[in-house]
């Protein structure tokens, strides 16, 4: 086979390829969640809480390509963060998977029968398949910036030495209530777009609330990886553009090392200022009843969290913290030379088209969504 990249350079475009199915993900499948976890306090009658749902009714399924195609890029890309992410966190994502099903379940089965209770049921399975996945991801990520217990040992073999309730510390929660109250707010100001009346009112300030609370607790997570978390550094590896496996490097500790590749590279602080910043217009935006303006820049605020934490990590994707060195990084964990470029070629094909349809779906589906909507066949899936 002929190479147009070298390994090296594949495997920095891998980065880039997980990172934007990553940012894709949140800021789509994001705001599904968040509708999901709002729709009990903003509905507060069943016409009111199939409106909710009926914003997202036409695209809350396409959102979670973005997802499953993540999922599907770390299993080909990075086998290694792929096996050892399912042993270490194998409980949280089964919590998550079992979540997840409640929504596609309850959007079908809600108004299966006319009867509140049975109603009543299935909004709050949406809820829990709303809020609980939103909350597990920002645990994840807070795990992986302290380290996860696992390690190789010399025959390669993956040992993970934690427990689920560890993965429940004081820093992973509070990097479970950004992520929560990020998605919360970017789908208050998605609904504030798509709705009117109450419903819209009752989104609005809901925008408000979640918007204070992540800005709160993103500057606190942030200072708390500053000062009270220690960091990974590889001190000396193999060449890059060779296949080497995780062991033949050497990672060191460093109290705040997740700012050296701020401190090293200071443009990247776009993405912190963005990720704050961004969030505050787009709070002022949605206040002066500009929603769609607000979600634009809501868009960049979770856009900047996820370059935020993958920028301050680089290269590290999942650090051990009870082995450094077993710590995997996007030069040692990823596979072959040649199933790299077969990828990419995959991916540069079609990934346009996905970026093209959702496009397109969200053009035909634009539109406020109200109450007389709901007797319309044409407009109304829930």
């Not at 470029?341 to 995959?346: A, N, S």
């Not at 996905?354 to 899936?381: C, E, K, M, N």
């Amino acid at each position: 086979m002929i190479y147009i990249f070298d390994y090296e350079t594949l495997k920095l475009i891998w980065w880039v390829f997980v990172g934007v199915l990553l940012i894709g993900f949140a800021i789509l499948g994001g705001f599904d969640l968040g509708v999901g976890a709002l729709l009990p306090f903003i509905g507060r009658t069943d016409d009111e809480r199939r409106v909710v749902i009926n914003a997202i009714g036409t695209t809350w399924e396409g959102n979670f390509v973005w997802f499953v195609t993540a999922g599907g890029a770390l299993f080909a890309a990075w086998p290694l963060v792929y096996a050892t992410a399912f042993s270490g966190f194998y409980v949280a994502l089964v919590l998550t998977l079992f979540a997840l099903i409640l929504r596609p379940v309850g959007f079908d089965y809600r108004g299966k029968v006319p009867d509140a209770r049975w109603r009543s049921v299935w909004d709050w399975g949406l809820f829990v398949g709303g809020a609980v996945p939103a909350l597990i991801f920002g645990v994840a990520f807070g795990n992986l910036l302290q380290g996860v217990p696992f390690h190789f040992d010399a025959d390669q073999r993956i040992f993970y030495t934690g427990s689920f309730i560890g993965l429940l510390n004081p820093f992973a929660l509070l990097a479970g209530v950004v992520s929560l109250s990020m998605l919360v707010m970017h789908a208050a100001i998605y609904l504030q777009l798509r709705t009117d009346d109450v419903v819209q009112a009752r989104a609005a300030r809901a925008a408000r609330i979640a918007g204070v609370v992540f800005i709160a607790a993103f500057a606190a997570a942030g200072v708390w990886v500053a000062i009270g978390i220690q960091g990974y550094r590889i001190v000396s590896m193999p060449n890059p553009d060779t296949a080497f496996l995780p062991l033949a490097k050497t990672v060191e500790r460093v109290t705040g090392g997740w700012l050296a590749n701020h401190r090293a590279q200071p443009w990247t602080m776009l993405a912190p200022v963005a990720a704050v910043g961004s969030a505050v217009l787009a709070l002022l935006a949605a206040r002066i009843r500009r929603p769609g303006v607000a979600f634009v820049l809501s868009s960049v605020a979770v856009a900047g969290v996820v370059l935020t934490a993958g920028i301050a990590m680089f290269p590290f994707v999942m650090p051990s913290s009870s082995h450094p060195a077993s710590s995997l990084t996007l030069w040692d964990s990823v596979s072959s030379h040649r199933t790299l470029q077969i990828m990419f070629w995959v991916v540069l094909i079609f990934l346009p088209i996905v970026i093209g349809y959702t496009s397109w779906v969200y053009r035909v589906a634009r539109g406020t969504i109200t109450s007389q909507h709901l007797r319309d066949p044409d407009r109304a899936f829930y």
